[in-house]
């Protein structure tokens, strides 16, 4: 997870610096590798039988269903959505995310002989 987390914050911060070309394809990037990173948590969690499953995977659609909709506006030109949620709302969402729901994820792992796979958040 941590490894996943980092690399997201390095997207994050490079798309902060892109210009329009590499933004509109960073975006598209960013939601790919978010997708790929909450199936991925979402597995552990079922292994594992975590208690919050169904919360966190609903915060999980939720904010694949905004991205997806904020990369859609991105893709017809409309950058400066994309880059202020990138540049606010994103960094904001994942620090909380990563603090609360993912450390919680992590201790439960850690408990359920998984910790290895979960890392620490």
């Avoid at 490079?14 to 590798?33: R, Y």
């Avoid at 904020?70 to 969402?93: F, S, T």
């Amino acid at each position: 997870m941590d490894q996943d987390h980092l690399a997201l914050h390095q997207l994050l911060d490079a798309l902060q610096q892109a210009d329009k070309a590499a933004f509109k394809s960073g975006f598209a990037e960013l939601i790919e590798l978010t997708a790929r990173h909450f199936a991925e948590e979402e597995l552990l969690m079922d292994q594992s039988g975590f208690p919050a499953t169904a919360e966190h995977k609903s915060e999980h659609a939720r904010l694949l269903s905004e991205m997806r909709q904020i990369g859609q506006r991105v893709a017809e030109g409309k950058q400066m959505l994309g880059r202020g949620y990138v540049q606010d709302r994103l960094p904001q969402w994942l620090k909380l995310h990563v603090s609360s729901v993912d450390s919680s994820l992590v201790a439960h792992l850690q408990k359920s002989g998984l910790g290895d796979a979960g890392g620490s958040s």
